[in-house]
Structure formats: C-alpha cells, structure tokens
C-alpha cells in the first residue's frame, strides 16, 4: 500500500530531477524520488550489514589470538 508524502525541495533539485525525467531516466518526478530514496536505503542497509560483519570478523580474530 502506496502513502502520499508531501515535501519542499528547493528550485535546484527540482531543476536536477526535471533533467533526469526529460531524459527519459524517469517516468515522472515521483518515480526518480523514489529510485533516490530506495538507493540511500540500500546504501545504509549495506553499510549495517558491512559494520556488523567487520565488527564479527573483529571478535572472531581477537578471539582466535586469544
């Protein structure tokens, strides 16, 4: 189930997004927001995952070293 949110953004990145949807990068501003937001998602999705296992990894070889 789809939400609307409503946010202000300044004339800059709405310029930027409209580029991205004249290209043809985008169907419409909506869908390059959502693309943006999805891939910051994954990027700190990916960087907890990458703390936890370094963190793992951490242990693991002090625990090994004794």
Do not use: C, P, W
């Amino acid at each position: 189930m789809s939400q609307q949110v409503s946010l202000q953004v300044d004339k800059e990145l709405i310029d930027a997004i409209d580029a991205l949807v004249s290209e043809g990068m985008f169907k419409s501003r909506s869908e390059a927001i959502k693309a943006a937001l999805l891939g910051f998602i994954r990027t700190k999705n990916a960087e907890r995952v990458r703390a936890v296992y370094e963190e793992f990894i951490s242990e693991a070889v002090s625990h090994f070293r004794g």
